[in-house]
């Protein structure tokens, strides 16, 4: 298995995304842009692309905060993902740039692109799909659904599938019903998946945080990544 740390900007920022692909054979391989929660671009998310990886896939870890930072406590995660929160604009713009980066490597096929996110980047991975970019699909996990104002909301060219925890305080009905509908009326070809008994960051053995409303579920955590899985099968 190559790694490699990958040096990139959007803008006048300076990221750092994690590289990873299987050395094994030349061809030109589909691609998964893989985005952290809120704290960062941390292992977590580093050994998800190396599972992306192992899969057959390039994984790419993005870097959405800059110069790869990483929360050091609650406080400062909360910062770093508000900040980012208040300017959707700016989210879609460093999405954008792990996207562009990741399309002219060597190792990628250029028209097969996806992306997954946890949480936070659950979001960032749909708004990476609101901004109309030309990737085959998103998979989120517990990831916040609502949309971003004031931008273009018939714009979807990708498959959608999120990957919700039923007992999630974080994302409410009411916000997924309002996800739906929003996936339905830009005709998207989106499916949603609840897992019972599931709470926000389902798929984590370290959630990040604290609180009754964030729990490690393990059938919720294998189900919904072999669902992933064979959500990518189809889009590629």
């Known amino acids: 298995m190559q790694i490699k740390e990958i040096d990139y900007k959007a803008g006048e920022q300076n990221l750092k995304g994690y590289l990873v692909y299987n050395k094994k054979g030349i061809e030109k391989r589909p691609a998964i842009l893989v985005v952290h929660d809120w704290n960062g671009c941390d292992e977590f998310v580093k050994h998800k692309a190396q599972l992306i990886a192992e899969i057959g896939y390039v994984g790419f870890a993005v870097d959405m905060y800059g110069n790869g930072q ?16 208040e300017n959707r604009i700016l989210i879609q713009e ?83 019903k309002n996800f739906a509908q929003e996936m339905s009326n830009a005709k998207v070809d989106w499916q949603l998946h609840m897992y019972g008994q599931a709470r926000h960051s389902f798929t984590k053995q370290n959630p990040p945080g604290k609180g009754e409303g964030i729990q490690y579920n393990e059938p919720a955590d294998k189900r919904s990544w072999r669902l992933m899985k064979d959500f990518l099968a189809e889009i590629f």
């Open 70 to 85: 990483i929360g050091q406590n609650d406080e400062d995660k909360s910062q770093l993902m508000d900040n980012l929160l």
């Open 94 to 176: 460093r999405m954008l740039a792990a996207l562009n980066t990741v399309k002219i490597l060597d190792q990628v096929d250029s028209e097969k692109i996806g992306t997954i996110g946890y949480c936070f980047g659950g979001l960032c991975a749909l708004d990476l799909a609101r901004s109309g970019a030309a990737i085959k699909g998103v998979c989120c996990f517990h990831g916040v659904l609502t949309p971003p104002t004031g931008l273009s909301k018939n714009n979807i060219k990708a498959k959608i599938l999120a990957l919700q925890g039923y007992n999630d305080p974080f994302v409410p009905f009411e916000q997924i």
